[in-house]
């Protein structure tokens, strides 16, 4: 449990290291990046490509998060293949952020 002040900012306390996956990243994929990695949890990110005038960009923008107990909720107990359904299907959306200055 955390311990912080009022005027402690959030950006002192929030995770900077953190796992993307595409949205149609199949759940069994997902889930053995996140045991890999040791997470409980991965945001979800749509790729959008962008033309400029020099060409094109790919840009990948969060789009969600689908963390273990969706994953259990969702896919394990509604008895749903791992290989048939993608985190986009179950991710939870859409994200509620805050700026990294805003105090807790």
Same mark, same amino acid.
């Given at each position: 449990m955390y311990s912080a002040s009022k005027t402690q900012k959030i950006g002192t306390l929030a995770e900077?290291?953190?796992?993307?996956? !595409?949205? %149609?990243?199949?759940?069994?994929?997902?889930?053995?990046?996140?045991?890999?990695?040791? +997470?409980?949890?991965?945001?979800?990110?749509?790729s959008k490509k962008e033309r400029y005038d020099k060409g094109e960009?790919?840009?990948?923008?969060?789009?969600?998060?689908?963390? !273990?107990? %969706?994953i259990l909720y969702r896919v394990v107990t509604e008895n749903i293949g791992p290989f048939? +359904?993608?985190?986009?299907?179950?991710?939870?959306s859409p994200i509620v952020a805050v700026d990294e200055g805003v105090s807790v």
């Open positions: 900077k290291d953190f796992t993307t996956l !595409e949205e %149609d990243t199949l759940i069994i994929d997902a889930v053995k990046v996140m045991r890999d990695k040791g +997470v409980s949890s991965v945001f979800v990110t749509q960009q790919t840009t990948s923008n969060p789009i969600g998060i689908v963390t !273990e107990r %969706d048939k +359904v993608t985190i986009g299907e179950i991710m939870n």
